[in-house]
Nanobody
Framework: QVRLVESGGGLVQAGGSLRLSCAAS????????MGWFRQAPGKDREFVAV????????DYGDSVKGRFTISRDNTRNTVYLQMNSLKPEDTAVYYC?????????????????WGQGTQVTVSS
């Protein structure tokens, strides 16, 4: 069974930066597109970013475009989310997810495996 473990969350002031990491195991990492989603209290889980198997293609949710960057290191089976210019509305639990797709899919239903999540809190 695929295992995804997120790290790097925490408390940061508005305008600050954080880098999330997701270590993947029990899978052939390059068979998967990797994504990040987030869920704030009382809201649906929202697409944040996705990167294809090689790292050559990515896509972002409208609310994070220009501020967040997704990347992956296939030698370490790890995907990253660099978050800059953070805003209080970015506060959420951030989840890493894996999809057996060759495309940069963005819907939750396209992702087969999920991590436990890491909390990001942005204070104003």
């Amino acid at each position: 069974q695929v295992r995804l473990v997120e790290s790097g969350g925490g408390l940061v002031q508005a305008g600050g930066s954080l880098r999330l990491s997701c270590a993947a195991s029990r899978l052939l990492f390059t068979d998967y597109a990797m994504g990040w989603f987030r869920q704030a209290p009382g809201k649906d889980r929202e697409f944040v970013a996705v990167v294809n198997w090689s790292g050559s293609s990515s896509d972002y949710g409208d609310s994070v475009k220009g501020r967040f960057t997704i990347s992956r290191d296939n030698t370490r089976n790890t995907v990253y989310l660099q978050m800059n210019s953070l805003k209080p509305e970015d506060t959420a639990v951030y989840y890493c997810a894996a999809s057996r797709s060759t495309l940069t899919v963005t819907s939750k239903s396209s992702f087969d495996s999920w991590g436990q999540g890491t909390q990001v809190t942005v204070s104003s």
